[in-house]
């Protein structure tokens, strides 16, 4: 799996658009971009995935460049519930090889009134 | 509700103590497979099952067993707990390969102490 970069750590203020970025220079071409998150000592919580072309659902958008070497999750009116730590996981569609997910590091996100 | 249910949620046990943690889904999920996380380890993948009666180890399998008896069931298994054990454990569950892409869905967690 392509590995990923984040930041360590970003603020937002409640009502504003968090954006999140992360860099995946290495990112082969089957490869999906997918985000989780974790809010303090809970389970990870699925976000959003993609490919190549922007995705949006109910809890965020995702949007991958051209060349596919970055991509931003946007959580569009950031409330204190949103703080967390947010992974970035670029793999194999599906299960893929291994089938475990790379959390890495992520980036703690942290809403303020 | 959709769910990945664990238990118990905290857990304080002695070295040496048999133990189990159970792990329930109700999404009809063929794949479930157990994390343990570590302050500056991350998430690590213990075991995976692809269906029932099919396990395999991940990258931390040590001193643990796994059953899938049961396709909604997918119990973690420490024989022997040693101090070294102490985490905070996860389950997760999701549909086979063929629908790709869809995400995993996680318990709650389980914090294991062992003294």
């Known amino acids: 799996d392509a590995k990923t970069t984040q930041p360590p750590s970003m603020d937002c203020a409640e009502g504003r658009a968090a954006n999140l970025p992360c860099n995946h220079s290495?990112?082969?071409?089957?490869?999906?971009v997918y985000w989780y998150r974790q809010i303090h000592s809970q389970g990870p919580q699925y976000i959003i995935h993609g490919l190549k072309n922007n995705e949006t659902n109910e809890m965020a958008s995702l949007i991958i460049t051209e060349d596919r070497k970055s991509s931003t999750l946007i959580l569009p009116h950031a409330t204190l519930r949103d703080t967390a730590v947010y992974y970035c996981?670029?793999?194999?569609?599906?299960?893929?090889?291994?089938?475990?997910?790379?959390f890495g590091k992520g980036t703690s996100l942290l809403v303020t009134p | 509700e959709a769910q990945v249910t664990q238990n118990p949620r905290y857990l304080i046990t002695v070295t040496g103590k048999k133990l189990t943690v159970t792990c329930s889904q109700n999404m009809n999920h063929e794949y479930m497979s157990w994390y343990r996380q570590d302050p500056g380890l991350g998430l690590r993948q213990i075991y995976y099952s692809m269906n029932v009666e099919v396990t395999d180890k991940g990258d931390v399998p040590e001193g643990y067993k796994v059953s899938r008896k049961e396709k909604r069931n997918f119990p973690l298994i420490l024989e022997s707990p040693s101090p070294n054990q102490t985490s905070l454990y996860f389950c997760a569950s999701s549909f086979d390969r063929s629908r790709a892409n869809y995400g995993y869905t996680f318990g709650s967690g389980t914090r294991l102490t062992v003294v």
């Open positions: 290495t990112i082969s071409g089957n490869e999906y």
């Open positions: 996981i670029v793999r194999v569609g599906g299960l893929g090889s291994g089938y475990a997910l790379n």
